[in-house]
């Protein structure tokens, strides 16, 4: 059988501002090609550094970083750089353009595509994240929602392989953190993308296929959502708490109850009703 | 009443361009001591209607009345003594700190309200206590502090005015999800114990069920819904309306109460009540305790 | 204070002057500034105007617009018009109050000085109000790119200008937002005294500059992952086309310029 691909392959991977303080120690990671991975850790875990240092925003200081097979360091990061798509917290601050259009087509400009190419992007990836009627708005007459799809979809529109979301829904409503989440689902369903995302949100999480806990610098755990959200100790160290779903589903186990925590509070429901009027 | 609201409407005098969050015909009534949540989604008129309560914007028609002030169009009334009583928290209230030490950033809205220097500095430290943070912060930088921290401190340097009425806009966004709690539960202490007004205004209505004891909801700019948290969870569709997400807890609770009859009970909505209740269910018969008690629907 | 923020913003009324080569419209309002220095009486100001106005009209924006982009500059323009007034000493004298005198030709000055200065600001903001920020970049790209010839890198200063544009308002609504935050802790701008109105000002300065850096880095890491290197190639999304209409644009400028001239100088 034919080896899994590796999106990254981390090796004693180092990194500090200050030699004094060191922020990542000695990092071994691999992610696989097509998968999508969580990062969580309290505030100071390093997992901020570890998203920039996978996105070749900062160098490490010791150690290895391959994307898809290639070492990233000064001379490939140009080549690797479009692989690699970031989307970051605040929707305002990553709104280069003056509109939407020209947001989606400014990195596309840097890669020196032909005009038509480039229309045909804009106009292909808008209407993916359905914000094709907004092309030619400014970001003031955006909700933070439309300005972050706007975000994915400028990073989409580079056709990256790897997408890293840094804490992308933290500053959204609940709704539209909803439907960045079902953006991101459909993405990781498409099996084009591995998507590395850093994040509080217990439903994200619990949507990826992995979870890697980070503390003091180092990998505390590298577990399963579900394995994270059962374990207290964990969810203290990253400052977390387990989705309501999840809690029931332990509260009912508690009591003798036991119950699948499925892909949704509908399907937790459906399965309480059927064992309530079992007796 | 703390606060009521007479038929207040709002426009921001821009006519045209970016004319948002406007009020149109807002009645509403908070009571004194309570702990109210305002929902609703950016652009309803959340954010709007919460810089009524001091003062800041001003009704274009109807009247605001908090306290014993009372605020109508055009009104140019002293406004300290109103902004003294009601403290005002704005979004991402780190972002507003200026002082080079917690102290006199704690201390700035009490210098200003002319409370002497000995008592103000009293009263940062008592406001620090009370957001569970200690004497050591007062000498420090607030730049230099952990996010959640400086957001703490934002807070309490409007509690060393002592207000009796503390109104917040999104306290928790963007604060990590035990953080998030950690604060709820402070707000909740300060309302319990100090016998505060405390008034939120969220989009997350699920971490704050356990603390509020009366919603509004808020959509366009008017008041959709005004009531307790079980008539919130039985007129649920009012949320979907706001364009609101629904909590699962409350989606839950209504998908089992329609299947089992259990309408006219008070909702369970923690992850231990409803276990609790469906333990409780599976061990007994299913009968719904309060038929025809009386309560009915409130709303 | 939204109000004031009419400064680079786009207007869409999908007017033909919208629709014009932004390189166009960047010559046309330098001539516009040539012109403008250029008129010293009344029947060019009269020109002016009149040409002015035509143009503001075609715009499809209501005039009022225009009037609220002078707005800002009213105490600059009184302070032009009283000086003008009080130091040209020509023609009649109108008024006398002791050893004191205001003259005819000074009041004509200090009136069409300030005309000059209105006229000025509240027409280039048909510039900004027809033109979408990223055009006008590419525009100014354009308009600045024989400077590239002698050693000047344009493109960086075009960036530098799009950003500026584009988070003068955030910055300046931020600083609004602060103020109100101030007011409810018992410091109203509104209300205080010139010197305290002056200390609170200053206080503003360590949160802004804190969110304006802390903007400014999230904004380049943003730019930088989508692989921006600067000075490195790119191509335009924009693709500007100078069409005869824009010919004729630029020459009623020329001729405003050269009708103003001649008067002027003959």
């Known amino acids: 059988m034919k080896d899994t691909v590796l999106a990254y392959e981390l090796q004693q991977v180092s990194f500090a501002y200050h030699p004094q303080q060191q922020i990542l120690d000695n990092i071994n990671l691999r992610i696989t090609a097509g998968s999508w991975v969580t990062l969580v850790g309290a505030n100071g875990s390093g997992k901020s550094t570890l998203a920039k240092l996978l996105g070749g925003l900062l160098a490490a200081n010791a150690g290895k970083i391959y994307v898809e097979g290639t070492e990233m360091n000064q001379e490939s990061i140009t080549h690797l750089r479009p692989r690699i798509g970031m989307v970051f917290q605040n929707p305002d601050n990553q709104f280069i353009g003056a509109t939407v259009e020209e947001d989606i087509a400014f990195g596309l400009e840097g890669r020196c595509l032909p005009r038509d190419e480039m229309v045909e992007r804009v106009k292909r990836y808008a209407d993916k994240l359905e914000i094709g009627h907004l092309l030619s708005k400014h970001p003031a007459e955006l909700s933070g929602g439309q300005k972050q799809r706007v975000a994915v979809a400028a990073t989409l529109a580079m056709e990256p392989g790897i997408v890293i979301f840094d804490e992308a829904s933290s500053m959204l409503d609940e709704k539209a953190r909803g439907e960045l989440q079902l953006i991101m689902r459909e993405m990781s369903e498409s099996g084009g993308y591995t998507i590395i995302s850093i994040t509080h949100d217990a439903e994200e999480i619990l949507a990826s296929d992995r979870a890697i806990v980070l503390k003091d610098g180092g990998v505390a755990a590298d577990v399963s959502p579900l394995e994270l959200f059962r374990n207290q100790e964990l969810l203290s160290s990253c400052r977390l708490i387990a989705p309501f779903r999840v809690r029931l589903i332990q509260e009912l186990s508690s009591r003798g109850i036991e119950l699948d925590p499925g892909q949704d509070i509908e399907e937790v429901s459906e399965q309480l009703c059927r064992y309530i009027s079992s007796k | ?299 | 204070m939204r109000d004031k923020l009419l400064f680079g913003r786009c207007i869409d009324t999908g007017s033909p002057i919208h629709r014009l080569d932004p390189r166009a419209k960047i010559t046309g309002m330098i001539l516009y500034l040539i012109a403008i220095i250029a008129v010293g009486s009344w029947p060019m100001l009269l020109v002016t105007v009149v040409f002015s106005i035509v143009y503001m009209l075609a715009t499809r924006i209501p005039l009022k617009y225009f009037v609220k982009a002078a707005k800002p500059l009213w105490v600059l323009m009184v302070f032009i018009f009283v000086v003008q007034s009080l130091t040209v000493e020509s023609g009649e004298v109108v008024l006398q109050i002791g050893g004191w005198a205001l003259y005819a030709g000074g009041l004509k000055s200090g009136f069409i000085a300030a005309a000059r200065m209105a006229l000025l600001v509240s027409f280039t903001a048909i510039l900004t109000f027809t033109t979408t920020p990223g055009l006008l970049n590419q525009g100014l790209d354009g308009v600045l790119k024989p400077l590239q010839k002698i050693g000047i890198k344009t493109q960086r200063l075009t960036l530098m200008m799009s950003i500026a544009l584009r988070f003068i308002p955030t910055i300046l609504d931020e600083t609004h937002k602060i103020l109100k935050a101030q007011a409810a802790r018992g410091a109203d701008i509104k209300e205080l005294p010139w010197k305290e109105k002056g200390k609170l000002l200053l206080s503003l300065l360590v949160p802004v500059t804190v969110s304006a850096f802390r903007r400014a880095e999230e904004l380049v890491l943003s730019m930088e992952s989508r692989g921006y290197i600067v000075g490195a190639p790119r191509s335009e999304y924009h693709l500007l086309t100078w069409q005869t209409k824009d010919t004729w644009f630029v020459l009623s400028y020329v001729l405003l310029v050269a009708v103003v001239l001649t008067y002027r100088f003959i």
């Open chain 2, 1 to 299: 009443m703390s606060v009521h609201f007479e038929q207040v409407s709002f426009a921001y005098d821009d006519r045209s361009l970016w004319r948002h969050g406007a009020l149109a015909d807002v009645s509403l009534s908070i009571t004194p001591g309570s702990f109210v949540g305002i929902a609703g989604i950016t652009g309803s008129g959340k954010s709007t209607l919460l810089q009524h309560l001091n003062g800041i914007l001003k009704p274009t028609a109807g009247r605001v009345k908090v306290l014993d002030f009372t605020i109508g169009a055009g009104d140019k009334g002293p406004l300290r003594e109103l902004r003294r009583r009601v403290g005002l928290v704005f979004q991402f209230p780190e972002q507003q700190l200026f002082e080079d030490t917690v102290e006199k950033d704690l201390c700035f809205g009490p210098l200003n309200f002319g409370v002497p220097l000995e008592e103000a500095k009293d009263r940062a430290s008592r406001a620090l206590e009370m957001l569970g943070l200690d004497d050591s912060f007062l000498p420090r930088n607030p730049f230099h502090l952990s996010g959640g921290q400086m957001r703490k401190v934002a807070i309490a340097s409007i509690l060393t005015m002592e207000p009796d009425i503390i109104a917040l806009d999104e306290p928790t966004a963007t604060l990590d999800p035990q953080s998030r709690a950690e604060l709820l539960q402070l707000l909740s202490r300060l309302q319990r114990e100090e016998g505060k007004t405390v008034i939120v205004v969220t989009h997350r209505i699920e971490e704050m069920l356990p603390y509020a004891e009366s919603w509004i909801v808020m959509k366009d700019g008017t008041p959709i819904f005004q009531g307790t948290p079980a008539e919130l969870v039985r007129e649920e569709r009012h949320l979907s309306e706001a364009g609101l997400a629904l909590p699962e807890c409350i989606r839950l609770w209504n998908q089992l109460a329609i299947k089992l009859g259990l309408e006219q009970e008070e909702p369970c909505l923690s992850a231990e009540a409803i276990a609790e209740r469906v333990a409780a269910l599976y061990e007994h018969e299913v009968h719904p305790p309060t038929w025809g008690g009386g309560a009915g629907d409130a709303g």
